[in-house]
Each structure stands twice: as structure tokens, then as C-alpha cells.
């Protein structure tokens, strides 16, 4: 245990430092194999309530302890709060990594405090008010008043609440997935969409690298869904790659661009893995212009960049960097891609615009903007199975309601 947590401390430590990342922490930092899974669960979880944990350590503390230590600290919190670790192996291995690492001085005090946490019952604020929910729900202040603002108290409650992991795969064309699965004694349940499963406790094999399925969230197969199918596909912004494979079954040829080299070898490794021979990965900055793209796909995936409040539960560190003023700069990002990639359409050629975010702005708002100044398009009505929120201009996946998706999309057509 005692590795475990200096695993945890290593990788935290660079979240909470240098801003890094979870999952660029996680595969830069050296970690015994066998700690990994519980590595990658405690990090995961520390981060993703961490609120609530610096409500805790403002209970038991008088003042907020040096970064170092709180990071300890939350560590042992977590562990105990919501992993229900027996305290005496928390506090213990806690305390004499703290030794180990030079913190001697503060081991009593690590032992007193989490001693204390055992002994205590700290309420959580039972409130609806923003401040309450924020510590209950170890959200964002920022996020609830958007969420309320946008969806109702009522709505925001469920999507705060909604606390499920969910495993998708998908499998190759041809591949029969649920004879497959039932074959390999995997525990699945079918969703709306074809041979795409929702699974659990799937050991991966050989099988993924060979082409015969893919992980694949079951908001991005809801996405690939609306399309029509055609001659040519533009995916402006598509690493890792999942939806330019799903869709190069829709389409004789894909460009799939990215606005950085390495994620287009991602893109690349995709397609080979899953041995799709039409698509074509390039280097493109997709809020750049492109004279040679104008007029000239049948269809276009606008996938933007966004806030990924959607998506809070896989990257919990979007709880800690992103900010209410930064969600307007995405915004301008967001209209501006738009704008491009809508150039990029024939006539009477189809663009979807989504996003893994559950903000307005970013959404429905974009969309608003965008019709009303470019005339010569019109959002068109499109439905889906997965169960969803009908906006103004589009679909919107909720956590709770979409079987854990939090995305949204909306299509539009060239007049």
C-alpha cells in the first residue's frame, strides 16, 4: 500500500503543480504494474472530489496545509471516504511515507489528522444553494449556476448525482458482437446502436489490436449516427481518430485533420489498427482557413474543442483548470471553426457540430450565432435512439438520461 500511495502522490503531485493533465500524468509517471489499476482509481477520484475533500481538510485543519502534504492528506481521505480502506492502514503507510520522504516532522500531524477524520462526522451542507451543491457534489461553483441557469434546478440535480462508470465497445464491421461476447462469458448489454455494447469487467486482448472492436464512447457513436453517408468526409478536429473510423464505413474517402503532428500519427494508428484503408490523416489547424477544402465534402464533422463538462467523470481535471472566463474564449474558438468548416460543404452537403460539453454557450449558443449570420444554411431536424434533450437547434446527451453520455450536436445543411 505504502508504493501505492507514493504512486498516487507522484502523479497528483504533477496535476496539482505543473497543471498536468491526469492522463499525461498518469503515462509519465513510473508506476509498479501491478499498482496501476489502483493508482489510476485513487488519482481519479481524489481529483474528482476534490472540493469536498478541501471541505474536509477545512473541518480538521486550522489553516490549509502545504501543498505537499495536502496532497497526502486527500490521498488518505479518499481512501478512507470512499474506497472504505480500513483508517489504521490509511493512516499508517501515509504516515511512514511521509517519513520516507523526508516529512518527518509532519507525520504526527498526517496521523492526527486523519485519526480525527475517523473520529468525526463532517456533514456535508445539505442545501440547494450553489455553495452547498458545489461541496456536495465537488463541482465548480461556476458550472452549477450554468447548469441551473440553463436546465433547471431539477435537471441539474440529476446530472450532478449521476455517478456511474460505464465501459462501450464497438466492434469492426462484419463482426457479429454479441456472439463474440457471449462466446468470451463477457457480461454486456446491447444499446441503441448496432454492435455497439455497453460491458463489464472486459479483459482486453489480442482482438483489439487486430482490429475486431474498439473502445468507443457511446456519445461519439450517437454522433457518427445522424450522418447520412456520401462520397467524401471532412473531420476538422479528429484525434484520437474513433469517429473518422466510424464513419469511413459511411464514406468512400475521410480527411481527418488535427492541429498537431503527434495526434495525427494517433489518427493514423487508429485507421491501421481497425484496417480502414480511406482515410487520410493531415496536419491542419482547423481555425485556419483551408482555400483547398472550400466546396468540396459531401459531409463535415465539427467535433470543436470544448469546456468537457460533459465528460467531468473520465477527466476529473477539468474541475480544477477550467474557468468561467474561459469558457467565453472557447466559445470564439468554437464559432470560428464553425464558420471554416462550413466553406468546406457542397451544396446540399451536411455538417454536424458537437461538443462533450453540457454549457449553452457552447452549444445551442454557437449554433445561434452561426445561423444568424450565415444565411445560406439551415439547421435541419434530426432525432436519435439514445436517449436525449431536444434543444433549439439540436440534441443534448445528459449523464443520467444517455447512459452516462454528456454531448451534444447539432446538424446543419448548405442551402
Known amino acids: 500500500m505504502l508504493v501505492t500511495y507514493y504512486d498516487c502522490y507522484n502523479v497528483l503531485s504533477k496535476v496539482y503543480s505543473d497543471k498536468t493533465y491526469i492522463k499525461q500524468a498518469l503515462s509519465s509517471t513510473q508506476v509498479e504494474p501491478l499498482n496501476k489499476a489502483r493508482v489510476t482509481k485513487i488519482c481519479y477520484g481524489v481529483l474528482d472530489k476534490d472540493i469536498t475533500l478541501e471541505y474536509f481538510l477545512s473541518k480538521l485543519c486550522s489553516k490549509s496545509p502545504k501543498l505537499a502534504i495536502k496532497t497526502l492528506l486527500k490521498i488518505g481521505l479518499y481512501s478512507i471516504n470512499y474506497l472504505k480502506t480500513p483508517p489504521h492502514v490509511v493512516t499508517d503507510n501515509l504516515v511512514s511515507l511521509a517519513k520516507k520522504m523526508g516529512k518527518g516532522g509532519v507525520s504526527g500531524f498526517i496521523n492526527a489528522v486523519l485519526r480525527n477524520f475517523t473520529r468525526t462526522q463532517i456533514e456535508l451542507p445539505s442545501g440547494n444553494d450553489v455553495l452547498s451543491l458545489s461541496i456536495r457534489y465537488s463541482c465548480p461553483d461556476f458550472i452549477i449556476k450554468r447548469l441551473i441557469d440553463s436546465y433547471g434546478l431539477e435537471v441539474a440535480l440529476d446530472f450532478l448525482s449521476y455517478d456511474e462508470d460505464k465501459t462501450y465497445i464497438r466492434f469492426n464491421t462484419g463482426i457479429d458482437g454479441a456472439k463474440y461476447l457471449a462466446e468470451n462469458n463477457v457480461e454486456f448489454a446491447k444499446t441503441p446502436f ?136 472557447i466559445v470564439k474558438t468554437q464559432l470560428k471553426i464553425l464558420e471554416n468548416s462550413a466553406r468546406y460543404l457542397k451544396k446540399g452537403g451536411e455538417l454536424v457540430y458537437s461538443t462533450c460539453s453540457v454549457m449553452r454557450e457552447e452549444n445551442d449558443g454557437v449554433i445561434e450565432k452561426f445561423i444568424a449570420n450565415n444565411s445560406g444554411f439551415e439547421v435541419v431536424d434530426c432525432n436519435s435512439n439514445l436517449p436525449h434533450l431536444k434543444t433549439k437547434f439540436g440534441l443534448q446527451f445528459l449523464p443520467y438520461l444517455s447512459l452516462g453520455a454528456g454531448f451534444y450536436l447539432s446538424k446543419i445543411k448548405r442551402k
Open 194 to 329: 448496432d454492435n455497439s455494447f455497453e460491458v463489464k469487467h472486459f479483459p482486453l486482448n489480442d482482438d483489439f489490436y487486430s482490429g475486431l472492436y474498439t473502445f468507443q464512447s457511446i456519445g461519439s457513436v450517437a454522433i457518427c449516427s445522424v450522418f447520412s453517408g456520401g462520397n467524401s468526409l471532412l473531420d476538422t478536429c479528429s484525434a484520437p481518430g474513433g469517429k473518422a473510423v466510424f464513419l469511413s464505413d459511411k464514406y468512400k474517402s475521410v480527411t481527418a485533420c488535427d492541429i498537431h503532428e503527434h495526434r495525427v500519427e494517433l489518427i493514423k494508428s487508429y485507421a491501421n489498427r481497425m484496417n480502414k484503408q480511406n482515410i487520410t490523416a493531415m496536419v491542419k489547424d482547423s481555425t485556419i482557413f483551408n482555400l483547398e477544402f472550400e466546396n468540396s465534402f459531401d459531409g463535415v464533422l465539427c467535433d470543436v474543442p470544448c469546456s468537457g463538462t460533459g465528460v467531468m467523470k473520465d477527466n476529473p481535471d477539468i474541475k480544477l483548470n477550467r474557468t468561467d472566463n474561459a469558457i467565453s474564449e
